[in-house]
């Protein structure tokens, strides 16, 4: 079975400072693996994801995530966020031979002050 | 705006009562999917379609839950018999069978409510 572990639940930061927010699955295969971000009263949006290729990926709104095999991690960054950023991020994956099912992490809430 | 769409948005009901929720994917999709979020966990899969055939569904699928994709459309949630305990946001989600591409687009979600 696969697994997601999202080590922060709250982060709290200042407008320019740097993100990083952390992603661990479990699975034992090739996997796919996205970030989604719910912003206040929104539904769900894809940010980015990562299917094969160059392990390092860039989304929307200047966000970028590293795939790093060895360490099962698939980590979000982002060099400075805004007040727009607030919002829930969630980091899901999807085993290629698991089904098709996403298994998501417990999320991440994120606050940037002004 | 020719994203996922379901309704009703909200739903609130009586321990007991019968409910039922749409959705309807993006036009081209041909998977479709069901997951259930409840407050500060991230969403958890409930079944998965492909065309009109139910291929996957999660052991949180109890009896009471049925899902439908009659002409491989839309789709319907039906949970018989609500207990408080299925109070949650109700998420549909759909994508497009490719290869190497197989990205879920998700809905704004339906949130039940059992008094």
């Known amino acids: 079975a696969q697994s997601v572990s999202q080590h922060n639940h709250h982060v709290i930061l200042s407008e320019a400072a740097s993100l990083e927010l952390g992603c661990n699955y479990s699975y034992g295969g090739t996997v796919n693996l996205f970030w989604y971000v719910q912003y206040p009263g929104q539904h769900l949006q894809l940010l980015l994801k990562y299917f094969s290729g160059d392990p390092l990926v860039k989304g929307i709104k200047g966000f970028e995530a590293e795939f790093i095999k060895s360490k099962f991690s698939f980590n979000l960054r982002k060099p400075s966020v805004q007040w727009s950023d607030t919002a829930e991020y969630f980091c899901?994956?999807?085993?290629?031979?698991?089904?098709?099912?996403?298994?998501f992490g417990g999320g991440t809430r994120l606050m940037v002050k002004p | 705006d020719t994203g996922v769409s379901q309704n009703p948005r909200h739903k609130i009901t009586k321990r007991g009562q019968n409910v039922t929720f749409r959705c309807d994917p993006i036009s081209e999709h041909n998977r479709l999917y069901w997951y259930r979020q409840t407050l500060g966990q991230g969403p958890e899969f409930l079944t998965y379609f492909q065309n009109e055939a139910q291929l996957e569904k999660s052991r949180l699928l109890s009896d009471r839950f049925s899902a439908e994709r009659p002409k491989g459309s839309f789709s319907t949630l039906e949970i018989q018999r609500t207990e408080q305990g299925d109070s949650a946001m109700y998420l549909c989600?759909?994508?497009?069978?490719?290869?190497?591409?197989?990205?879920?687009?998700f809905g704004p979600g339906t949130r039940l409510t059992v008094l």
């Open positions: 899901a994956v999807k085993g290629v031979n698991a089904g098709n099912m996403l298994t």
């Open positions: 989600a759909s994508s497009l069978l490719a290869p190497g591409s197989d990205t879920q687009y």
